[in-house]
């Protein structure tokens, strides 16, 4: 699967959604007078996931902005997990996974690679009860809103990332339930009178589309090495 390290090799759908989300968040963002702020998080959000999707190592790049501004959000929110999250451990992991991509890239290719039905069930045991101990450790932090939820998507985050930094295809089928999970967290925030709802739940959901194209991608490139 080769690495786009330019701005050419855009087909229609990738283009087509980009604009499409695009002209949703300044939409949304001139009806609810939501800050320029939370629209930058918003658009370096979807950038960094629809080249994440590309094999594009300026997914890092993006990502580094908006993982440091959706911190913020999710601090005046409450969700403290998700702030741990991605201050202490998105903001090393964009740094690392730049340079693991880089370093595994053969004439321009990324080598994409697939888990064995061993691993699938490893990750899947990982994630239940992960999940299960930070939803407890997060229920006793005062002010802390929609613990379980909050520890599904930050579980799920460390998971999903360690899977994209050591290229496997997998991580995209976890970041679809993680997506699905996180724009409940979101709608539940929205319902609370959070000002900064609306808009997340417009990005999540277009990480939730990009997460189903990432997948379709990615077997494709995992195929092509196994081949």
């Not at 609810?32 to 702020?37: Q, R």
């Not at 950038?47 to 993006?62: E, H, I, P, R």
């Not at 799920?156 to 991580?171: D, N, P």
């Not at 959070?194 to 589309?209: D, F, K, P, R």
């Amino acid at each position: 699967m080769q690495v786009n390290k330019s701005w050419g090799g855009w087909n229609l759908f990738e283009l087509a959604w980009l604009v499409l989300f695009t002209s949703i968040a300044v939409g949304f963002t001139v009806i609810s007078k939501d800050s320029l702020f939370g629209f930058t998080v918003f658009i370096t959000g979807v950038l960094c996931v629809v080249l994440a999707a590309k094999g594009n190592l300026m997914s890092y790049v993006f990502g580094m902005y908006n993982t440091v501004g959706y911190a913020y959000l999710a601090y005046v929110n409450g969700l403290f997990g998700e702030v741990m999250l991605n201050l202490l451990f998105f903001v090393p992991m964009n740094v690392v996974g730049f340079y693991m991509w880089k370093n595994n890239s053969n004439n321009g290719k990324l080598s994409m690679r697939q888990l064995e039905l061993k691993g699938l069930l490893l990750v899947g045991a990982i994630c239940i009860a992960g999940c299960l101990l930070l939803g407890f450790g997060l229920s006793f932090i005062p002010g802390q809103n929609s613990p379980y939820i909050d520890a599904i998507t930050t579980v799920l985050s460390v998971v999903a990332t360690l899977l994209m930094v050591r290229r496997f295809k997998e991580q995209w089928l976890v970041y679809i339930v993680l997506n699905m999970f996180t724009v409940l967290l979101w709608v539940i925030r929205m319902l609370e009178g959070s000002g900064e709802g609306l808009l997340m739940i417009v990005m999540w959901s277009a990480y939730l589309v990009n997460a189903v194209y990432g997948y379709y991608n990615w077997n494709k490139g995992a195929r092509e090495v196994s081949a």
